[in-house]
């Protein structure tokens, strides 16, 4: 009998559960037990005195600024006047214009050459197709690299062969 007067009864209609340790709802003052003490478990009809929802903008997925008792239409329309992603501002255009000058293309991608770091389009973006001026000079570098390692290994091969 002592175990009785402890605890509370859930107030859900079809449950009535003996809980020792019982949830008070906010919005409606009735106790739950841990299955029924959520709004949507209990169909609280007075949960929107609660309901803290934060209104974030569909486009940029910020938060908007919002505080008791304005109206959310306002705070809105408010954001949206100030939204980056505002669909009528006037949207600045990019150019990614082809380097090269007889090519009039201009491709949503910018290329940059890492030689001589100008802009290309895709069709143009291999240092061998633009013609690249850094190229010629890194080719003529290699290839006295290339002279002075076979010339090494030429002297070396008659040197074993001795």
Same mark, same amino acid.
């Given at each position: 009998?002592? @175990?009785? &007067? ?11 559960? @003996? &809980?020792? @340790? *019982? ?8 106790? #739950?037990?841990?299955?029924?003490? %959520? #709004? ?11 309901? #803290?929802? !934060? *209104? ?7 938060? !908007? ?30 150019? /990614? ?6 090519? =009039?293309?201009? &491709?949503? $991608?910018? $290329? ?7 802009? $290309?389009?895709? =069709?143009?973006? !291999?240092?061998? &197709?633009?013609?690249? !001026?850094?190229?010629?000079? /890194? ?5 006295? =690299?290339?002279?002075? $390692?076979? /010339?090494?290994?030429? %002297? ?5 062969? =001795?």
């Amino acid at each position: 009998m002592e @175990l009785l &007067d402890k605890g509370k009864h859930c107030e859900e209609e079809f449950c009535h559960r @003996l &809980d020792l @340790l *019982p949830m008070k709802c906010k919005a409606c003052n009735r106790f #739950y037990c841990s299955e029924h003490f %959520k #709004y949507e478990a209990h169909d609280c009809k007075e949960h929107t005195k609660f309901d #803290y929802k !934060i *209104p974030t903008c569909e486009l940029c997925n910020q938060t !908007i600024e919002f505080k008791r008792g304005q109206d959310l239409d306002f705070c809105l329309a408010k954001h949206m006047e100030k939204c980056q992603f505002n669909e009528t501002k006037p949207k600045r255009s990019t150019s /990614n214009k082809c380097s090269v000058s007889s090519c =009039k293309t201009k &491709d949503i $991608f910018k $290329f940059e050459c890492l030689s001589c770091h100008k802009n $290309f389009c895709n =069709k143009h973006r !291999i240092p061998e &197709d633009h013609k690249c !001026i850094s190229l010629s000079t /890194n080719c003529r570098q290699n290839a006295q =690299k290339n002279s002075v $390692f076979n /010339n090494l290994v030429n %002297k070396f091969s008659l040197l074993k062969s =001795k």
